[in-house]
């Protein structure tokens, strides 16, 4: 990776790049491989060993925990300046992936190999200390799905996923039922009362929000 443009883009949405040392950054171009995807290809696998730590670039990431039976929550997505914390766990603790990733869109990614990514660890406070930030900002985001799952009904998750999208929503029945851990048919139910209370309008792929405070009231605990 020798581009100027890609080492351009790599301080821009990663600035902890700019904190280190220009021998350390030069270090990391002639590293770090770059890789493109097409969207629903499976970057990485419950089981597989992790062979580098990703750096998102442009498109999104879904990382998703299958059950035996198929069914799929999400546990968190990566957009563009964002990495992968279960990577940095793998990386750190020498397991294999215990969940899967899948490109949401097309993506364009950068990725550390494993002995660059522990010797800057090693040598350098400003990625030890975004490494470890990680943990603490996707920790948050597991807590609360967590809660989400145990403590609210399915009904008011799905309102507050709709409402976090816009006012139009473009997804899948499927699609959101990944998002939430749920099962299509139960989504594809509540949506169609949604409907008939007039809080919602069903297209194909699409949902568009007509009653944003209906939604938003059935949303709160």
Same mark, same amino acid.
């Given at each position: 990776m020798?581009d100027?443009? *890609?080492?351009? +883009?790599?301080?821009?949405l990663?600035?902890?790049?700019?904190?280190?040392?220009a021998?350390?950054?030069e270090?990391? *171009?002639?590293?770090?491989a %770059?890789?493109?995807?097409p969207? !629903? %290809?499976?970057?990485?696998?419950?089981?597989?060993?992790? %062979?580098?730590?990703? *750096?998102l670039f442009?498109? @999104?990431v879904?990382?998703?925990?299958?059950?035996?039976?198929?069914?799929?929550?999400?546990?968190? #997505?990566i957009?563009? !300046?964002?990495?992968?914390?279960?990577?940095?766990?793998?990386?750190? !603790?020498?397991?294999?992936?215990?969940?899967? !990733?899948?490109?949401?869109?097309?993506?364009?990614?950068?990725?550390?190999?494993?002995? $660059?990514f522990? +010797?800057?660890?090693?040598?350098?406070?400003?990625?030890r200390?975004?490494? &470890?930030? $990680?943990?603490?900002e996707?920790?948050?985001?597991? *807590?609360?799905l967590?809660?989400?799952?145990?403590?609210?009904?399915? =009904?008011?998750?799905?309102?507050?996923?709709l409402?976090?999208?816009?006012?139009?929503?473009?997804?899948?029945?499927?699609? $959101?039922?990944?998002?939430?851990? @749920? /099962?299509r048919?139960m /989504?594809s +139910?509540?949506? @169609?009362n &949604?409907?008939?209370?007039?809080?919602?309008?069903l297209? #194909?792929?699409?949902? +568009?929000?007509? =009653?944003?405070?209906? $939604?938003r009231r059935?949303?709160?605990p």
């Open positions: 020798n100027p443009e *890609m080492k351009s +883009r790599l301080l821009q990663f600035p902890v790049f700019q904190k280190l040392p021998a350390a950054v270090e990391i *171009m002639r590293g770090a %770059t890789r493109q995807a969207a !629903g %290809t499976i970057l990485f696998e419950a089981s597989s060993p992790c %062979t580098g730590f990703p *750096m442009d498109g @999104s879904r990382v998703v925990k299958s059950a035996p039976n198929g069914r799929e929550v999400q546990l968190y #997505r957009t563009p !300046g964002e990495s992968c914390l279960l990577s940095s766990s793998c990386l750190l !603790g020498g397991t294999a992936y215990a969940a899967t !990733g899948i490109a949401e869109t097309d993506v364009t990614l950068v990725a550390l190999p494993p002995a $660059l522990h +010797r800057l660890l090693a040598e350098h406070k400003p990625f200390d975004y490494v &470890f930030s $990680l943990f603490s996707r920790l948050s985001d597991l *807590m609360a967590v809660e989400a799952v145990t403590f609210q009904k399915l =009904d008011q998750r799905l309102a507050a996923l409402l976090g999208k816009g006012e139009l929503v473009r997804s899948t029945h499927q699609g $959101l039922a990944d998002e939430l851990g @749920s /099962v048919e /989504v +139910r509540l949506l @169609s &949604f409907q008939d209370r007039g809080w919602v309008e297209g #194909r792929e699409q949902i +568009r929000i007509a =009653d944003a405070a209906a $939604l059935l949303a709160q």
